[in-house]
């Protein structure tokens, strides 16, 4: 936990050092507590307190003895409803809008769906619905919302709010996405990969959860990364860690944009997947479509989605045509994961995003054994499979807690 400090000079980081105590403390805190656990002196504790209960971030919650003889002490709770934060996640498939409350609770939730040419203009007017939808939750007032986090597929120049040519959605090239959207909507906004994000709605979930050094697999339209180290996210030199998908996972395997064979992210993307099962006449093409053997076939990205859900359906039904080609993935997956693993000394990887609830139940029986089986000698210890609990809006969780960490989190004011 951070420590404060004694000085005039920072009163507004005392202020975030407190508010992140209470956050983390479900019991709430006395200011004799909060004394012990942030270094600061009683006045300073009693002085920034009053501010925040002035502010209406915290509430006095009753009294409790504390075991010493005296007068009861009085708690000091989170007040859930004293801000929120909105995070909005695009990914070309789906743009998803979620309205965090103080204590990081989803309070309202938005979805939109990419426009299928992927067109820049269109994408932003579909997020700026989507916030002015949750801007509109009954018992919000639009006055507390703090900012909006936008979660975008990499890479990205943090520092300008841009997106600079995602593979996967070119039509977003060199989009000036936190300026027009700060413009469309009158609210701050910051910019970061969507792999970050994860792993922050992750880390926020449980800051001492069950590991301090973790991957978080991110499945949407491609994948990617996000990694928690020393318990802390990690984001790279330039804000851009996490680009995994050029790791070779299989030498035989498909050709990749990039010219080699075998990357992890072409091996187990939905697409990937969705062309296999119409190769090997697993899935329907959509009609009008002729399959040719090992020829791409341009799909737009709403006929994929509702392909790879019949392809995942189909392989929880017991085909076992589908079965192989989702195992394939599988195996890719425990391939990359043990890499992973041994590289960053890592005992636990989290899989979750957009497109991974459909493949959970077969990830998950399947992979902690194949992770086993490849691990002969790989690795010193074992590795913990786990799929995320967030559920399919993790990138736009994770955005609004990064708006939230940003005014409320010691870690990133001492940036
Ligand atoms: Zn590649």
Redesign the pocket.
Same mark, same amino acid.
Do not use: A, I, L
């Given at each position: 936990m951070a420590r404060g400090a004694n000085l005039p000079a920072i009163a507004a980081f005392n202020e975030t050092v407190v508010l992140d105590a209470v956050r983390r403390s479900p019991d709430g805190f006395s200011r004799v507590e909060l004394a012990a656990r942030t270094g600061l002196s009683a006045q300073t504790v009693t002085n920034v307190t009053r501010r925040l209960l002035d502010r209406g971030f915290i509430r006095e919650a009753g009294t409790r003895s504390e075991g010493s003889p005296g007068k009861p002490r009085t708690i000091l709770r989170l007040e859930p409803g004293g801000a929120h934060a909105i995070g909005v996640h695009l990914d070309p498939t789906v743009i998803a809008c979620v309205l965090l409350d103080l204590a990081g609770a989803v309070v309202a939730q938005a979805h939109r769906p990419s426009p299928p040419d992927g067109d820049a203009a269109a994408t932003l007017a579909a997020a700026v619905d989507a916030i002015r939808e949750v801007l509109q939750t009954p018992g919000v007032d639009p006055e507390r919302v703090i900012g909006v986090g936008v979660a975008a597929p990499g890479p990205i120049d943090a520092e300008r709010g841009v997106v600079i040519r995602p593979p996967l959605a070119p039509g977003w090239n060199d989009l000036p996405l936190r300026d027009e959207l700060a413009q469309a909507t009158g609210l701050l906004c910051l910019v970061a990969k969507d792999v970050t994000c994860a792993a922050v709605a992750e880390r926020w979930r449980d800051p001492a959860g069950a590991s301090q050094d973790y991957a978080f697999v991110y499945y949407g339209t491609g994948v990617g990364v996000g990694l928690v180290l020393g318990g802390e996210v990690y984001t790279g030199s330039s804000d851009n860690a996490g680009d995994v &998908?050029?790791t070779l996972v299989d030498p035989e395997g498909v050709r !990749?944009? !990039?010219g080699?064979r075998g !990357?992890y &992210?072409?091996s187990v993307r939905p697409y990937r997947l969705v062309m296999q099962g119409l190769w090997s006449g697993v899935l329907t093409p959509p009609p009008g479509t002729a399959v040719v053997q090992g020829e791409d076939l341009r799909l737009d990205v709403e006929t994929v989605d509702r392909l790879f859900s019949e392809l995942a359906a189909a392989a929880e039904a017991g085909h076992t045509g589908a079965q192989e080609i989702v195992d394939r993935s599988i195996r890719h997956s425990a391939f990359f994961a043990s890499n992973l693993s041994a590289l960053l000394d890592l005992d636990r990887v989290v899989f979750g995003g957009p497109s991974w609830a459909r493949v959970a139940p077969r990830y998950l029986d399947q992979l902690p054994g194949q992770l086993a089986e490849l691990d002969t000698g790989v690795l010193t210890h074992g590795v913990a499979i786990a799929g995320s609990a967030i559920g399919d809006d993790v990138a736009a969780v994770g955005a609004a807690a990064l708006v939230l960490d940003g005014t409320f989190s010691p870690r990133s004011i001492l940036r």
């Open positions: &998908g050029h !990749c944009s !990039c080699r !990357c &992210g072409e």
